[in-house]
Nanobody
């Protein structure tokens, strides 16, 4: 079992930055990759970013590429999402997820464990 706890969300203004953290505990050593997803009210959960266990490969949604950066510290079992130049359309609950299969990084079905989410609200 794996437990994921997100933190770092909040209310910011457009153009501001936030850094989200996701602390993992439990059987983390066999994780294939970690990802961040987000879900806005009335919308489906969507892919934001992912990073392989080694950190050697990263993947981003087109809407956040160049503004968001995913990273990880395996010694701390923590994954980060640095979000810069935030826009009102980035408002959502952000979830981190643990990927244990070789499926696509971009789909929720490939991820086996999920955190409870952290709210990010960007005002205009």
């Amino acid at each position: 079992q794996v437990q994921l706890v997100e933190s770092g969300g909040g209310l910011v203004q457009a153009g501001d930055s936030l850094r989200l953290s996701c602390a993992a505990s439990g059987s983390t050593f066999i994780s294939y990759a970690m990802g961040w997803f987000r879900q806005a009210p009335g919308k489906e959960r969507e892919f934001v970013a992912a990073i392989t266990w080694s950190g050697g490969s990263t993947f981003y949604a087109g809407s956040v590429k160049g503004r968001f950066t995913i990273s990880r510290d395996n010694a701390k079992n923590t994954v980060y999402l640095q979000m810069n130049s935030l826009k009102p359309e980035d408002t959502a609950v952000y979830y981190c997820a643990d990927k244990r299969s070789s499926g696509s990084y971009y789909y929720t079905e490939a991820y086996n464990y999920w955190g409870q989410g952290t709210q990010v609200t960007v005002s205009s």
